[in-house]
């Protein structure tokens, strides 16, 4: 459903004929080695991570966003976009969000600030998928508010030394390392936060996996550092450059957000179809009732415009010009309406939607994440709105 | 970076088609609106600057443009502040003429099409009629073979241009019996015996623009006066109104954007309570949602209009184009009405015309309904 009748349009301005080949490689992969087995995990609230990964690396779906000598098929941004698109596919919330997160946080902060020996060591086994990466950014005390964070790195010896909490960190639990924001200038703010990569065992590292609502397939998880030690190869970037830093790779977290978003609303919105067309009341499928008829319309129009929102964001990111407010227009908007049409979906199904054993329930907890994660539809809309001086 | 529907060389021509009206349209705006009527030189002068055959072929007087042309016309005649006259334009450029260039015979277009392109002809559109609008399927014109053409009787409505266009492209039946296929067009002089404007009609908003109720009373028309094939008229007529929907969206949403950009302003000079009123923090996310939406309204726009002009038949999409333009219009507008408080209801700030205006927009080219009508049966239900 993803290459919709639209895929002659946006081909435009973004996708080429070896990306259609791309996607058709990369569906065939998530329809064979992801959604034969999602129920049985999302039962277990658990995925054999390590194996996932790996088969996901030697399929290339860490790799579009960097050059062949970090086992990258890129540089490619739209190729990303696509194989975003299609792991939202897989009928998991929790298993795109893991294979996401790897694929967009940790390992990229790596790839865009990172030295070329801290590529070597991190990058490289994470493009491959024999490592898990993470970020850590959010704490226990402040999420949207970036700028506030407590946690603390000093300056000691040859390294330094990090205290403080993390929480909500998607691949946490599993993460052979983890990028952490902390303030290395404590009065500062904004201006004195900086990035560290830990890696996982590290004295005085503890991680806690946290029970959620959706995504329950994925590790999410509480970090704790207690005077955690790390060399000083371990900063990422300029020291006091963190949130720039941050900034900049936001942009791309909340692009794929949106795909993610659309795609996995134009499934549920299938999965609605299918049931409504099947279930029979007052003689008829429920789909043929006309205020049906007319609420998967609506629903559908507002997928192409999300599509379309979000593909303007797209394009204009992969030319490199500045796209803050179309990017962020685009995550809160697709995010707000997949959630929408998993509420819908769910409404058709009417009891069974309530019951576990219908995959509609898992759309409607999923998809509950998105205005949330990656920064709030709140924060989304502050944004756009000073981008108008207001 | 421009959407792929444009080039730079639109961009240009944009300039071009903003001076002109923001320098030979707009001045008159206000007192065309109170005088419900723009006068006909607004088409003789559009003509001959060659904004109304964009799309045309040179052959026939036009600029062999494409979508990207007639899209950037439509948003830019927005800027002339009263929408029927960009309305009435449009029907005359994009809804009553493209069928004649499409299905109509060497004749007909140099009859018809060519004058109407100068803007020395003007042209109406005559679909809906006093009991079927949105059932086309539904009316009783009817056109009967007779000797060497055709008797026309019936009543047609909400024809814009219709109080003085010199021709009318006319649904009717003409096989009662054969359903879908009994259906034809017709080219009709309005100054043909029995054609009369039986009324016109006053409205709510669009107020620049003419609209009349059309009667046909034994009007004979001869068979030169068929346009397309008998019988063929229902397809034919939707065909014309998926062009019809794009650039109704079109000229809408950019009427809107220009809605926005004069509340952002006053939310920002007004002030209340100590601060101007557009940071209070529910304001600026009312702008965040606003302009989110009509992004996403403007970029569907432009993805169909490209399917469209690379010759795609996207029914279903540009249905969607035009319910979604309609509702997130009006959502818009409505909004900043209400930013602009007292000043928003009172005349002289233009807001509330504008308010008026974007409700035609869920009414006329396909109401709301049907639009989600065409959707869900091109989704199979």
Request: hydrophobic letters at 40%.
């Given at each position: 459903?993803?290459?919709?009748?639209?895929?002659?349009?946006?081909?435009?301005?973004?996708?080429?004929?070896?990306?259609?080949?791309?996607?058709?490689?990369?569906?065939?992969?998530?329809?064979?080695?992801?959604?034969?087995?999602?129920?049985?995990?999302?039962?277990?609230?658990?995925?054999?991570?390590?194996?996932?990964?790996?088969?996901?690396?030697?399929?290339?779906?860490?790799?579009?966003?960097?050059?062949?000598?970090?086992?990258?098929?890129?540089?490619?941004?739209?190729?990303?976009?696509?194989?975003t698109?299609?792991?939202?596919?897989?009928?998991?919330?929790g298993?795109?969000?893991a294979?996401?997160?790897?694929k967009?946080l940790?390992?990229?902060?790596?790839?865009?600030?990172?030295?070329?020996?801290?590529r070597?060591?991190?990058l490289v086994?994470?493009?491959?998928?024999?490592?898990?990466?993470a970020?850590?950014?959010t704490?226990?005390?402040?999420?949207?508010?970036?700028?506030?964070?407590?946690t603390?790195?000093?300056?000691?010896?040859?390294?330094?030394?990090?205290?403080?909490?993390?929480?909500?960190?998607?691949?946490?639990?599993v993460?052979?390392?983890?990028?952490?924001?902390?303030?290395?200038?404590?009065?500062?703010?904004?201006?004195?936060?900086?990035?560290?990569?830990?890696?996982?065992?590290?004295?005085?590292?503890?991680?806690?996996?946290?029970?959620?609502?959706?995504?329950r397939t994925?590790?999410?998880g509480?970090?704790?550092?207690?005077?955690?030690?790390?060399?000083?190869?371990?900063?990422?970037?300029?020291?006091?450059?963190?949130?720039?830093?941050?900034?900049?790779?936001?942009?791309?977290?909340?692009?794929?957000?949106?795909?993610?978003?659309?795609?996995?609303a134009?499934?549920?919105?299938?999965?609605?179809?299918?049931?409504g067309?099947?279930?029979?009341?007052?003689?008829?499928?429920?789909?043929?009732?006309?205020?049906?008829?007319?609420?998967?319309?609506?629903?559908?129009?507002?997928?192409e415009?999300?599509?379309?929102?979000?593909?303007?964001?797209?394009?204009?990111?992969?030319?490199?010009?500045?796209?803050?407010?179309?990017?962020?227009?685009?995550?809160?908007?697709?995010?707000?309406?997949?959630?929408r049409?998993?509420?819908?979906?769910?409404?058709?199904?009417?009891?069974?939607?309530?019951?576990?054993?219908?995959?509609?329930?898992?759309?409607?907890?999923?998809?509950?994440l998105?205005?949330?994660?990656?920064?709030?539809?709140e924060?989304?809309?502050?944004?756009?709105?000073?981008?108008?001086?207001? | 970076?421009?959407?792929?529907?444009?080039?730079?060389?639109?961009?240009?021509f944009?300039?071009?088609?903003?001076?002109?009206?923001?320098?030979?349209?707009?001045?008159?705006?206000?007192?065309?609106?109170?005088?419900?009527?723009?006068?006909?030189w607004?088409?003789?002068?559009?003509?001959?600057?060659?904004?109304?055959?964009?799309?045309?072929?040179?052959?026939?007087?036009?600029q062999?443009?494409?979508?990207?042309?007639?899209?950037?016309?439509?948003?830019?005649?927005?800027r002339?502040?009263?929408?029927?006259?960009?309305?009435?334009?449009?029907?005359?450029?994009?809804?009553?003429?493209?069928p004649i260039?499409?299905?109509?015979?060497?004749?007909?277009?140099?009859?018809?099409?060519?004058?109407?392109?100068?803007?020395?002809?003007?042209?109406?559109?005559?679909?809906s009629?006093p009991?079927a609008?949105?059932?086309?399927?539904?009316?009783?014109?009817?056109?009967?073979?007779?000797g060497?053409?055709?008797?026309?009787?019936?009543?047609?409505?909400f024809?814009?241009?219709?109080?003085?266009?010199?021709?009318?492209?006319?649904?009717?039946?003409?096989?009662?019996?054969?359903?879908?296929?009994?259906?034809?067009?017709?080219?009709?002089?309005?100054?043909?015996?029995?054609?009369?404007?039986?009324?016109?009609?006053?409205?709510?908003?669009?107020?620049?623009?003419?609209?009349?109720?059309?009667?046909?009373?034994?009007v004979?028309?001869?068979?030169?006066?068929?346009?397309?094939?008998?019988?063929?008229?229902?397809?034919?007529?939707?065909?014309?109104?998926?062009?019809?929907?794009?650039?109704?969206?079109?000229?809408?949403?950019?009427?809107?954007w220009?809605?926005?950009?004069?509340?952002?302003?006053?939310?920002?000079?007004r002030?209340?309570?100590?601060?101007?009123?557009?940071?209070?923090?529910?304001?600026?996310h009312?702008f965040?949602?606003?302009?989110?939406?009509?992004?996403?309204?403007?970029?569907?726009?432009?993805?169909?209009?490209?399917?469209?002009?690379r010759?795609e038949?996207?029914?279903?999409?540009?249905?969607?184009?035009?319910?979604?333009?309609?509702?997130?219009?009006?959502?818009?507008?409505n909004?900043?009405?209400?930013?602009?408080?007292?000043?928003?209801?009172?005349?002289?700030?233009?807001?509330?015309?504008?308010?008026?205006?974007?409700?035609?927009?869920?009414?006329?080219?396909?109401?709301?309904?049907?639009?989600?009508?065409?959707i869900?049966?091109?989704?199979?239900?």
């Amino acid at each position: 459903m993803t290459a919709t009748r639209f895929a002659t349009i946006p081909r435009a301005g973004l996708f080429t004929e070896a990306h259609d080949e791309m996607r058709a490689g990369v569906r065939r992969f998530v329809d064979r080695a992801i959604r034969p087995h999602v129920e049985e995990w999302e039962t277990a609230g658990d995925f054999p991570a390590r194996e996932l990964f790996r088969q996901a690396g030697q399929m290339g779906l860490f790799g579009a966003k960097y050059e062949e000598v970090y086992g990258g098929t890129g540089p490619d941004l739209v190729a990303d976009a696509i194989i975003t698109e299609e792991l939202a596919r897989c009928g998991s919330g929790g298993v795109a969000a893991a294979l996401g997160a790897h694929k967009d946080l940790g390992p990229y902060y790596i790839y865009r600030f990172g030295t070329e020996q801290q590529r070597q060591r991190w990058l490289v086994a994470a493009v491959a998928g024999e490592s898990i990466g993470a970020l850590a950014v959010t704490e226990p005390g402040t999420g949207s508010d970036v700028g506030a964070i407590r946690t603390r790195a000093v300056h000691v010896g040859e390294g330094w030394r990090i205290s403080g909490s993390k929480a909500f960190i998607t691949n946490g639990p599993v993460a052979d390392f983890i990028v952490v924001a902390a303030k290395t200038d404590p009065e500062a703010g904004r201006t004195g936060i900086s990035l560290f990569v830990v890696e996982a065992g590290a004295p005085g590292l503890a991680v806690r996996r946290m029970e959620t609502v959706g995504w329950r397939t994925s590790h999410t998880g509480e970090l704790v550092l207690e005077d955690c030690y790390v060399p000083h190869e371990a900063l990422l970037g300029q020291e006091n450059k963190g949130f720039p830093q941050l900034m900049e790779c936001f942009q791309w977290e909340r692009i794929v957000m949106a795909l993610g978003a659309v795609a996995a609303a134009r499934q549920t919105l299938d999965l609605a179809v299918a049931y409504g067309r099947q279930r029979q009341a007052f003689g008829r499928p429920v789909a043929a009732f006309q205020t049906w008829r007319h609420r998967f319309a609506e629903l559908a129009t507002q997928i192409e415009a999300a599509q379309s929102l979000t593909y303007h964001a797209l394009r204009k990111t992969v030319a490199g010009e500045g796209a803050v407010r179309e990017v962020s227009m685009a995550k809160w908007y697709a995010t707000e309406l997949d959630w929408r049409v998993a509420d819908e979906a769910l409404q058709i199904h009417g009891g069974y939607g309530y019951m576990m054993e219908f995959p509609v329930q898992r759309a409607w907890r999923d998809s509950r994440l998105g205005p949330i994660g990656g920064g709030t539809t709140e924060i989304m809309k502050e944004i756009i709105g000073r981008s108008y001086d207001l | 970076m421009l959407h792929p529907l444009f080039t730079p060389e639109h961009e240009e021509f944009r300039v071009t088609v903003r001076a002109v009206v923001e320098s030979e349209v707009a001045p008159h705006a206000l007192d065309w609106e109170r005088e419900a009527h723009f006068p006909d030189w607004v088409f003789k002068r559009l003509g001959d600057l060659g904004l109304l055959g964009l799309r045309y072929p040179a052959e026939y007087g036009g600029q062999g443009g494409d979508w990207g042309h007639a899209i950037v016309l439509a948003e830019e005649m927005a800027r002339c502040g009263s929408a029927g006259v960009g309305m009435a334009v449009a029907v005359q450029s994009e809804m009553a003429t493209p069928p004649i260039l499409k299905f109509g015979t060497e004749e007909q277009k140099q009859r018809y099409l060519v004058p109407a392109i100068r803007g020395e002809k003007i042209a109406c559109l005559g679909i809906s009629e006093p009991d079927a609008g949105s059932d086309v399927a539904g009316i009783s014109t009817t056109a009967k073979r007779e000797g060497d053409g055709y008797r026309i009787n019936g009543r047609k409505t909400f024809i814009t241009n219709g109080a003085r266009a010199h021709f009318c492209l006319l649904v009717t039946r003409t096989d009662r019996n054969a359903g879908y296929e009994g259906f034809s067009l017709f080219l009709v002089d309005t100054d043909l015996p029995g054609f009369s404007v039986s009324r016109e009609l006053n409205k709510l908003g669009m107020r620049s623009s003419d609209t009349a109720e059309l009667a046909l009373d034994d009007v004979l028309v001869p068979s030169s006066a068929l346009l397309g094939e008998d019988g063929r008229g229902f397809v034919e007529i939707m065909w014309e109104l998926q062009g019809e929907r794009l650039i109704g969206a079109a000229g809408s949403v950019a009427g809107a954007w220009l809605v926005f950009d004069r509340t952002l302003r006053y939310a920002k000079e007004r002030t209340a309570f100590g601060s101007s009123i557009g940071t209070f923090q529910v304001n600026r996310h009312k702008f965040a949602t606003m302009a989110t939406e009509l992004e996403a309204a403007r970029q569907l726009l432009y993805d169909t209009a490209l399917a469209w002009e690379r010759g795609e038949y996207p029914v279903k999409e540009i249905s969607m184009v035009k319910l979604y333009a309609g509702e997130v219009v009006n959502r818009v507008v409505n909004e900043c009405l209400q930013l602009f408080g007292g000043y928003g209801y009172a005349t002289e700030t233009g807001i509330e015309r504008a308010w008026r205006d974007s409700r035609l927009l869920r009414i006329g080219g396909g109401t709301d309904e049907i639009m989600r009508e065409v959707i869900s049966k091109a989704m199979g239900l």
